[in-house]
């Protein structure tokens, strides 16, 4: 069974980009920790392909290279919150037509391929310098979901579920900077994300 994990900072997580066994720092390596020992008689391969800094036009960009070409079994796609930060932090304007165009393709060229897909919802918390984010966001949040339900075989709500701990838990308990998770926040993810992948296991 092969799974490939691709998406931005928070699959990358500062994985060793030489060696091909690297899976970061972040869910993805905690993941692979509790994966492991449910199925030890299974021969679980997990592939980390997330590049820190991407958009959803870079995952698109490179997909066949990095996704179809490994010829995995399942593919755990999280993407889309550098298309929001990039534009009020670089000045990149945001075309939400265009973003739905790239993100419905990237999708279907996973299904395509014959590979199941577990589609992850990318999140935003309340940091004082994302609040102005937030309604963009949202937008973006909303293509993504309508989507991710109709093509992807799961899809996981972390918007959602970081939010809600957060109106009783201060938000940097999940991630300081209020997009990229702390091992707190990445245990949450991996923990979540487990039980979708599960149903795809072999």
């Given at each position: 069974m092969k799974i490939v994990f691709i998406g931005d900072s928070i699959t990358d997580c500062d994985r060793d980009r030489s060696d091909e066994h690297s899976l970061g720092q972040g869910y993805v390596k905690i993941?692979?920790?509790k994966l492991r020992p449910i199925y030890p008689d299974m021969d679980i391969q997990l592939i980390n392909k997330g590049i820190s800094g991407n958009?959803?036009?870079?995952?698109?960009?490179?997909?066949?290279?990095?996704?179809?070409?490994?010829q995995p079994d399942a593919c755990v796609l999280m993407i889309g919150i550098n298309n929001v930060i990039h534009q009020f932090k670089y000045g990149k304007q945001l075309d939400l037509k265009q973003f739905e165009?790239?993100?419905s393709d990237l999708l279907?060229?996973?299904k395509e391929a014959g590979i199941s897909l577990i589609c992850l919802e990318p999140f935003l918390l309340p940091a004082p310098d994302k609040l102005r984010m937030r309604p963009l966001f949202n937008k973006e949040l909303e293509i993504i979901h309508r989507i991710a339900v109709e093509k992807a075989d799961e899809f996981v709500a972390?918007?959602?579920m970081f939010n809600g701990l957060s109106a009783t838990i201060p938000y940097t308990q999940y991630s300081e900077d209020g997009v990229h998770p702390t091992h707190r926040g990445s245990r949450l993810i991996a923990d979540t994300a487990i039980k979708?992948?599960?149903k795809h296991l072999m």
């Open positions: 993941l692979a920790d958009e959803v036009c870079d995952v698109l960009a490179r997909v066949k290279r990095d996704v179809i070409n490994e165009r790239d993100f279907d060229r996973i972390y918007d959602e979708a992948i599960r």
